[in-house]
């Protein structure tokens, strides 16, 4: 299983939904490799399993192939080793991407430049600029693959300076809805008074003094393909993706949750990883978690446990002024069971133990 991103986001994610719907049960090995995972099974038929699940959670493609191991000439039989080769679509969630100009007239002319706001066996993509949607299934995404214009990891944080409604009972869409915005970049206080007027689709989540993630396209040096195509394209200087909780976390970092998340059992590829590589993990995981509090339809497909070594704080409550981070709910959260055979029943009478192989 591979993706072709500087990141493990989708890793991250697909890790928990197949711990989830017991994907991996019958596999014989897990191995974590450079750029994914590796999986061994004894039976073609257990593979054949795991990659149809993985075509029903993302947007994949699949090759198989067979090698001969050994064979008998006389019975005629034939010993063959499988291996099937999953291919992850590199788009991810909160990606800007710039659609090429046969994919943008196929979807009704949206964007081109949009948002992938949703990843499951189907892409979704948002104009900021309009609401308009647009839904493209892995065929379709193969059929004419690209690549995304900025990735997430080049989120840059704003701050909200106003925030004005666009005709707002016309263009709500969901939870999204139509706003015009003045926004500057956080690095920029105290070195210029560069100010950025952009429309976006946060009109319902954003107030004057919030903090904002976006794509900083007045500095970025964007070399794409698809986008040099579009000659009269005139690019926003911001696009925003989502609200922004990081100064509130950072009183919070390095404090345990009062969930957790369980782990496949995963041999480590040390081979050319360093410190920092390990470093680097860390800190994408704990993005992750915060994206599964900040995103339901994301837990949907993660089983979060209670995390027995959590002690509920009351100075927690007064940490932060005004609005809290989001967090999990508590009906959300299953319990962590542990089933273990207790040694005092060795030494109790034959009828004891009688009852408890009974049992």
């Known amino acids: 299983m591979r993706q072709k991103v500087d990141h493990k986001r989708t890793f991250f994610y697909l890790e928990q939904a197949i711990l989830k719907h017991g994907a991996s049960s019958q596999a014989i090995n897990i191995k974590q490799i450079h750029d994914g995972v590796d999986f061994f099974f004894s039976s073609r038929s257990h593979a054949l399993k795991l990659v149809d699940f993985l075509g029903n959670v993302v947007p994949i493609r699949s090759r198989n192939d067979k090698q001969l191991v050994s064979h008998d000439t006389k019975n005629n039989s034939y010993n ?5 080769s999953v291919e992850i679509c590199p788009v991810c969630k909160d990606d800007l991407v710039c659609l ?12 081109p430049i949009v948002l992938c706001t949703r990843v499951s066996n189907t892409l979704m993509f948002l104009d900021p600029s309009t609401l308009r949607t647009a839904f493209v299934d892995a065929t379709q995404y193969w059929r004419a ?14 701050v909200v300076l106003d925030v004005e409604d666009v005709e707002r009972a ?3 869409h969901g939870k999204f809805s139509l706003a015009q915005v003045q926004v500057a970049r956080v690095s920029d206080f105290g070195k210029n008074d560069l100010i950025f007027s952009a429309k976006t689709h946060l009109g319902r989540l954003l107030n004057p003094g919030d903090y904002a993630l976006g794509f ?18 005139v690019l926003p200087d911001v696009v925003l993706v989502k609200k922004s909780y990081e100064e509130k976390r950072q009183k919070r970092r390095g404090k345990p949750r009062p969930w957790k998340l ?4 995963m041999e480590g590829d040390n081979h050319g990883r360093g410190r920092t590589d390990e470093e680097k993990k860390a800190v994408e995981f704990e993005k992750f978690m915060d994206e599964l509090e900040e995103d339901p339809e994301l837990r949907a497909n993660v089983s ?3 995390n027995a070594d959590y002690r509920d704080q009351s100075e927690m409550g007064s940490m932060t002024d005004g609005e809290e981070p989001p967090s999990i709910p508590l009906e959300e959260l299953l319990a962590d069971l542990h089933l273990e055979v207790s040694s005092n029943h060795a030494s109790g009478d034959e009828d004891e133990d009688d009852d408890m192989d009974a049992v």
């Open 216 to 233: 900083d396209l007045y500095g970025a040096n964007t070399n794409d393909f698809e986008l040099d195509k579009y000659k009269n394209l």
């Open 80 to 84: 063959y080793r499988f291996t099937f």
């Open 170 to 172: 016309q263009v709500i």
């Open 304 to 306: 979060v446990y209670k």
């Open 262 to 265: 369980r782990n496949l059992p």
């Open 100 to 111: 090429p100009q046969k994919v943008a007239v196929g979807l009704g002319n949206i964007g």
């Open 145 to 158: 693959p690209y690549k995304s214009l900025l990735s997430s990891r080049q989120l840059v944080e704003y």
